[in-house]
Nanobody, 121 residues
Framework: QVQVVESGGGLVQAGGSLRLSCVAF????????MGWYRQSPGKERELVAR???????KYGDSVKGRFTISRDNAKNTVNLQMDNPKFEDTAVYYC???????????????WGQGTPVTVSS
């Protein structure tokens, strides 16, 4: 079993800072991409940022220059530093990990339960 758990969500003022953390644990042989996605009411889930095992990053257009993703491969963790958040960043943030549980198992994308972020204007 692979589990993904997020933490760090909550209420933040617009222009402030918030840091989200995520850890993947359980039966893990190796992890490829890890990422953060978000979903707000009435909208589809969208990419916030993702990072490869080698550190290559991709950001959603709306967060470029404000959010920073980082990971620790040894600890199977990924963080999202949210600087200068805006009201429209309010959403439930989900962590994902592309995991191969054993050397012969199929790759699978595992999701956390989500952590809510509310940005007050």
């Amino acid at each position: 079993q692979v589990q993904v758990v997020e933490s760090g969500g909550g209420l933040v003022q617009a222009g402030g800072s918030l840091r989200l953390s995520c850890v993947a644990f359980g039966s893990i042989f190796t992890i490829a991409d890890m990422g953060w996605y978000r979903q707000s009411p009435g909208k589809e889930r969208e990419l916030v940022a993702r990072i490869s095992v080698g550190g290559d990053t991709k950001y959603g257009d709306s967060v470029k220059g404000r959010f920073t993703i980082s990971r620790d491969n040894a600890k199977n963790t990924v963080n999202l530093q949210m600087d200068n958040p805006k009201f429209e960043d309010t959403a439930v943030y989900y962590c994902s990990a592309n995991v191969r549980p054993t050397p012969t198992a199929q790759w699978g994308v595992y999701w956390g339960q989500g952590t809510p972020v509310t940005v007050s204007s």
